[in-house]
């Protein structure tokens, strides 16, 4: 019987097995391994899987499994919670924390490790689209998109907490608006001009999760823009009008309580130097028989 050996990290509720995937441990075939370690009645229980393995343009390489098996491009929860079990071994120490950088599907991601605060600069977003209107089991929504390494679709609600998460979210997710991919769902409701609260149903893990990084970068980023544009209706309401210059801070509340801090610029027609900052720990290490 095979042991592979693992640890348990978890980043704002988003929870993961890093497993350091070494030729010496090599998991050769990880989508039926991920879906037995993810269960969380008979495995090791999560949100995903994070294979970490050598790179030649970065510190170290990550995959990203999600609890179905299928492997993402990007997980910015994910890229925080590798950052902090990696620091130790490979990371550029300074009295500012540690630096580091992350091969991923999507691009390099930066990293900084500060303790337990992690935060990581994400690749530009892009494909950013606004008024989608859909029809969700007979209900008209009006939905946002943007690709933060992974497609987002975005729905501004009230009473957040009443929402029905699972059942909308995965309708829309499912939708052939979206199709072939699909998408994740952020339901998100304004607390004040720099606060959001975001609920997330992520597509892989298909069902809501208390957490997702990329997807509070997603929704900070076109609610900062959707904001600006609003203060300066004479220019319009999309990012390509709303030429305005700043650095913009959104204050992200998860479904798990934490609070993700996400910066970024907005220039014009483009929005860059995306930052997803928060808090992370490991939570235990074990070994999983094959």
């Known amino acids: 019987m095979k042991k592979i050996k693992f640890t348990k990290v978890v ?21 039926l391994l991920v879906k037995n370690i993810c269960d969380r009645k008979f495995g090791v229980g999560a949100d995903g899987v994070l294979l970490l393995e050598k790179s030649k343009r970065a510190d170290f390489r990550m995959r990203i499994f999600n609890a179905d098996g299928s492997e993402a491009d990007m997980c910015g929860n994910g890229a925080r919670s590798a950052a902090l079990y990696h620091s130790p071994q490979s990371a550029v120490r300074s009295p500012h924390g540690s630096r580091l950088r992350i091969e991923t599907k999507a691009g390099i991601i930066e990293a900084e490790v500060l303790k337990d605060n992690v935060k990581i600069r994400l690749t530009d977003p892009k494909e950013y689209q606004e008024k989608i209107s859909l029809v969700i089991n ?31 979210g995965k309708g829309i997710r499912y939708h052939k608006y979206f199709s072939p991919m699909g998408t994740n769902v952020n339901f998100v409701e304004t607390v004040n001009n720099n606060t959001i609260k975001v609920r997330t149903y992520e597509r892989g893990v298909e ?12 929704s900070a980023i076109v609610f900062g823009c959707q904001l600006s544009a609003g203060q300066k209706a004479a220019v319009g309401p999309s990012i390509a009008q709303a ?23 907005k220039e014009a027609d483009r929005i860059s130097d995306v930052w997803l900052e928060g808090k992370v720990r490991i939570v235990y290490g074990g070994e999983y028989y094959v």
């Open 138 to 168: 007979g209900r008209k929504l009006r939905v946002s998109f943007i690709n933060t390494g992974v497609p987002h679709a975005i729905v501004f609600v009230q009473g957040i907490e009443q929402i029905d998460a699972v059942n909308i």
């Open 207 to 218: 069902d809501e999760t208390l957490a997702c990084g990329t997807g509070s970068a997603a």
């Open 11 to 31: 980043a704002s509720g988003n929870d993961f097995v890093v497993i350091d995937n070494s030729p010496q441990s090599a998991v050769r075939s990880p989508q």
């Open 243 to 265: 030429a305005v210059s700043c650095r913009q801070k959104i204050n992200v509340i998860t479904q798990g309580g934490e609070t993700l801090k996400v910066c970024f610029n």
